[in-house]
């Protein structure tokens, strides 16, 4: 993917809230954003000083954390005036999405697939995927994140497959657990790690008799999580986060 400079731009039209696992880990999902923004023109600025949205905290009973960690953001939302909050997590999405309301934002909070849905269009998507380079034909499992599906709307997975459908040469194929947890979410590897490694096992199994070339999701942790799963087991099926197949789809100046 070609650099995208960071940017701080009090007044920009979208806050791009990578979260802690695209700023400190899969940081190649923070570049993705960065590169897919940049690419439609749209005006936007990264935090002043990234902080956890707080919904770890919160999972584990630590309120007095999580609202200070909400009234971060807060305070960083309103003093750079945007217009709209864009991230690519799907757990931050849907946590954010309940601080806005709290704390009456008054300001839309996206995760990627739906800005880009709704602001740009599966139409002009479609016309810009033609332009990039081919794969040459990919089959895609596509996994839901638990955030998404169960705490924001399934209707971001809606359009995560009408935009993945727009992608010449890539072919959907259903996993049939694309809805069961990935075994990460929610810190259940932390709280019940036999069940996670239950989920996981049958999330695994289904996968890699599907036999896809890439499996897609629209969260970090989610790719983290089914990407270690499938090493372990010997698997050479991919996975990417589904910002970073995106960019890459896009006919870019390296």
Not at 57 to 78: N, Y
Not at 89 to 106: D, F, H, K, P
Not at 129 to 150: M, N, Q
Request: charged residues 25%; proline residues 5%.
């Amino acid at each position: 993917l070609p650099l995208i400079e960071d940017r701080i731009k009090p007044g920009a039209e979208v806050l791009y809230y990578p979260g802690c696992q695209a700023e400190e880990r899969s940081q190649e999902i923070r570049e993705a954003a960065k590169v897919i923004l940049d690419y439609f023109g749209i005006d936007f600025t990264l935090p002043t000083e990234m902080s956890c949205c707080g919904l770890p905290a919160k999972l584990i009973g630590d309120e007095k954390t999580a609202r200070s960690l909400a009234s971060r953001l807060t305070e960083q939302v309103r003093s750079l005036k945007v217009r709209a909050v864009v991230t690519t997590c799907a757990g931050c999405t849907s946590r954010i999405l309940e601080i806005a309301e709290e704390e009456n934002w008054g300001v839309p909070v996206y995760h990627m697939v739906e800005f880009l849905a709704e602001r740009v269009g599966t139409d002009r998507l479609g016309a810009e995927f033609s332009k990039g380079a081919s794969e040459g034909g990919i089959t895609v499992t596509v996994h839901d994140p638990c955030h998404l599906i169960r705490h924001v709307s399934r209707l971001v997975m809606d359009s995560a497959l009408e935009i993945l459908g727009a992608i010449p040469d890539v072919e959907l194929a259903d996993s049939g657990v694309a809805d069961s947890c990935c075994g990460g979410g929610g810190l259940v590897g932390y709280h019940a790690a036999d069940v996670s490694s239950l989920v996981t096992a049958r999330n695994i199994e289904a996968i890699t008799r599907r036999d896809p070339d890439r499996v897609v999701a629209p969260c970090p942790l989610c790719t983290s999580q089914i990407e270690n799963e499938l090493y372990k087991h010997g698997s050479g099926i991919e996975v990417d986060d589904l910002t970073v197949f995106i960019a890459k789809h896009l006919p870019l100046r390296r």
